[in-house]
Structure formats: C-alpha cells, structure tokens
C-alpha cells in the first residue's frame, strides 16, 4: 500500500542522511555541527587515514577541530555508499573520494584521494549519533602485466 514504507527502509534513510550530515560539516568547516553529530561519551572512537585511534569524545573533537583548521578546501564524493541499521546500531560502509587544498599548497592546486571509511551510528535519547569512524587510505596501484611491468 502507498505509504506504509518499512520501517527499515526509514532507518537505513535515516542513518544516510545523518551519514550524509557529517561529511557536510566537515566540508563546512562547522564544528558545531560535527559536535552535535557525534555521541557526547567517552567511548567515541576516531581513526583519520594513516593515524592511531583517537578515543573519548574530548580528544575526538579538538581532532576534527584541528583537521577544520587546516583544511582551506575540502570535497567529499562518496561512492560505494551501503548502510545496515540492527537494533540500536547502524552502520554505513563507504569510499570517500576526496578533494582538498591546505594552506601549505600553491594557489589554485589541489591533492585528491580515497579512502574506504565505516562509520559506526548509535541510537541514542536525541537520535542517531556517530560512535566510530574508520578512514583508511586506499592505495593505488598500476595495473601490471604477467611479468610484473605496467600496463
């Protein structure tokens, strides 16, 4: 019947745009935003692309907060976006093509990359909140022939 969407489907839309939310003040540089995407506790868990895991939701912050500080430009695409919402936790998979500037970069230039993220969501009183992000980097290698030499 028209209307009676799935309850699951209406998580899972939920949770990407809560997903979506996050890489938006990211970009945005809108550290008032990230705070309030993230859960307010101690069992937080922050990995950025190439790092350790940062733990407990003071030092996760001033760690996006220092990324903000640093970044003059910076564009997420998400590609290979999939999301699964069990109970109380959620959980969205995805590759994050990225787009970036730094102050220490000539003008005009910028530094791409991907890295494959999981982002971890947790029910809470005030909604679904960010409990774990994962960022690794996502090589690139050369396609090589049977004897080892690109193609």
């Known amino acids: 019947m028209i209307g009676d969407a799935d309850p699951c489907d209406q998580q899972v839309a939920q949770i990407l745009d809560v997903n979506a939310e996050f890489y938006a003040a990211f ?3 809108d550290f008032d935003a990230m705070a309030a995407i993230w859960a307010d506790d101690d069992a937080v868990v922050c990995v950025h692309p190439g790092a350790s895991p940062i733990r407990g939701q003071r030092d996760v912050m001033r760690s996006w907060l220092a990324l903000m500080a640093h970044a003059q ?3 997420f695409f998400l590609t290979d ?3 699964a919402v069990v109970d109380d936790i959620a959980t969205v998979t995805c590759t994050e093509n990225v787009l970036s500037a730094g102050a220490d970069m000539p003008k005009d230039s910028f530094a791409g990359g991907s890295a494959a993220a999981t982002n971890v969501f947790r029910r809470t009183a005030d909604g679904w909140r960010l409990w774990v992000h994962h960022a690794s980097p996502v090589l690139s290698v050369p396609p090589r022939d049977d004897e080892g030499g690109e193609v």
Do not use: G, M, T
């Open 81 to 83: 976006i999939e999301a």
């Open 73 to 75: 430009y910076i564009q």
């Open 27 to 29: 970009e945005r540089a």
